[in-house]
């Protein structure tokens, strides 16, 4: 690795905001006892950015087929989109509380139709880009000027129906595409450069004929610099790397492959989230 | 059939601009009209049929009718979980369009050979499943698939097939057609085992035995009402599919009878493809032979089975 990114992103201190959604995360999850903590705690960030800072997608259009567009693809990340939704409006922050429960809107994975603000149901790996793709098709057809924001993890290219999708991006010149990738080194086994290495990863983007930036994940004035850079570039697809830490914001999770999904959690694992983030 | 269903789909296109096509890797110049004439709604994606199913999901999430063409077995096993998430559990209308349904690829072996799809879509909550006996059959079902609002499979047989349908019958998704009604047999058939179906009652006519027919184009979802009355009503009930004998159109009257009508669901007796890979290569009808589903041995199982041997 060349760039400072990785260190940056383990550096970088978190806003009041930051901390406050990682609160709501806590409560979220201490209501199922289980999450992708590590996953969620990535890309926390990178949403803050898109939904508060970027997206023009709000609880009032979020029919109008003008909108901006926003999906999940690494849907186990699920628990940053949901408090980021709630918090925003899409539907009442006391949800939060039913997280996983029987009756609950709100499962390990985002669903369609059963929660106010989600695209497409997510879960299975390697299929948000596909969707966001024709959407992005779509919206050249009606001649409409909007974005569509595709969030993949790192693991989930292992899927061959990413690099399928690149090809069609590139082919189809879908400069409204952004693919944001939360590139924190860790998949559910172990490390990505172990289980299988995507390096270079910036340049294998680029071959396949995207704008690529690399940001720090964590510092969302990069993050809202890169978004913004990419309108009318030069009828290409665009990736933002982005350089996350796994479990951001909980330094025993932090860079922990542990904390990649953890189910059961102790009262005591819990209380030791709160004490974190105090 | 497969013309008639390419150029049905152009047809629909010129009168609705939502209808999109997309193939994979298709011959040359297939549907070269529609490219021309509509070229932001045709697109040939490339041997990449996992990322077209999430394509045309995301296309179909902002109202565009996508319509989906390559081999069928390319569909239904390579996309099976493309096309459970993407499609079916967002119940998008979106029309997978397969060729060479059963053994139309018998010289191609089995990598081609759909003897398995009506199973794979069966398993599928709100998928539909269509399967014409003849070309005409087919233009009608592409006419009414515009407007049908849940992901549906159409199993395309091979081109030149005869035509049997009645250009004047009327054509619903769900609803099948009776060709001939008979209170002692029946043969309930689907896709172009119905002319199969239709020769084998001929000649058992001629022999003085009399057996019905009723086309079940659609398998899912299927005709409950017309079942219910045949079940209730007719001695022996003969399935004939072009497809495994396991989970196919056969099982799907089986379960349903045999759920609902428990006492009579032993009237039943399922012609179709034994449960292995297709062994040989030839063409369609000496294949379909080979495994077992030839004129004479239909006729002489049905006159066993209805006590004319």
Known sequence: MKNNYPKEALKIKLDDKSKSLRKLCVETLESGKRAHLGSAMSILEILSVAYY??????????????????????????LALYVILADLGFFNKSYLKKFCHPDSILGGHPEYKKINGVEASTGALGHGLPIGIGMAISSKINKIDNNILVLLGDGEQNEGSIWESALSASKHQLDNLIVLIDYNKIQSYGFVKDVLNLEPLSSKWESFG??????????????????????????????????????KGFKFAENNPNWHHKSNLSEEEINLLYEAIR | MRKACLSSIYKQAKKNNKIIFIGSD????????????????????????QFIIGMSAGLAFDGFLPYINTISTFLTRRCL?????????????????????????A???????????????????????????????????????????HPLYVRIAKGGDKIISDKFQTFDIGKSITYKE??????????????????????????????GLIHLHTVTPLDHKKIDEVIKNVEHIFTLEEHFIVNG??????????????????????????????????????????MGLDNEKIKNDIKQKIGNA
Request: glycine share 8%.
């Open chain 1, 53 to 78: 800072d970027f997206l023009n997608i709000s609880p009032n259009n979020f029919n109008d087929i003008n909108r901006d567009r926003f999906i999940l693809s690494k849907g186990h990340g699920c």
């Open chain 1, 210 to 247: 995207f704008n690529v930036h690399e940001v720090n994940g964590h510092d969302k004035k990069q993050i809202k610099d890169a978004l913004n850079s990419t309108k009318n570039l030069n009828q290409k697809p665009n990736a933002i790397i982005c350089h996350t830490i796994k479990g």
């Open chain 2, 26 to 49: 298709l011959g040359p110049g297939v549907l070269d009209d529609f490219k021309n004439e509509f070229p932001n709604r045709f697109f040939m994606e490339g041997v990449s049929e």
């Open chain 2, 81 to 105: 979980e493309q096309i459970i998430v993407d499609l079916c559990m967002h119940n998008l209308p979106v029309k997978l369009i397969g060729n060479g349904g059963g053994l139309v690829y």
């Open chain 2, 107 to 149: 010289p191609l072996g089995p990598t081609h050979q759909a003897v398995d799809d009506i199973a794979l879509m069966r398993s599928i909550p709100n998928m539909s499943i269509v399967a014409p006996c003849d070309a005409h059959e087919m233009e009608a079902l592409i006419e009414k698939s515009v407007n049908w609002p």
């Open chain 2, 182 to 211: 008979s209170s002692n047999a029946v043969i309930l058939s689907t896709g172009i085992m119905t002319q199969k179906a239709l020769e084998i009652i001929n000649e058992l006519s001629n022999e003085g035995i009399d057996i």
């Open chain 2, 249 to 290: 159109f056969g099982t799907s009257i089986l379960e349903y009878c045999n759920n609902n009508f428990q006492e009579y669901s032993n009237k039943i007796y399922r012609f179709a493809l034994p449960f292995h890979f297709p062994d040989q290569y030839g063409n369609q009808e000496t294949l379909i032979n080979h």
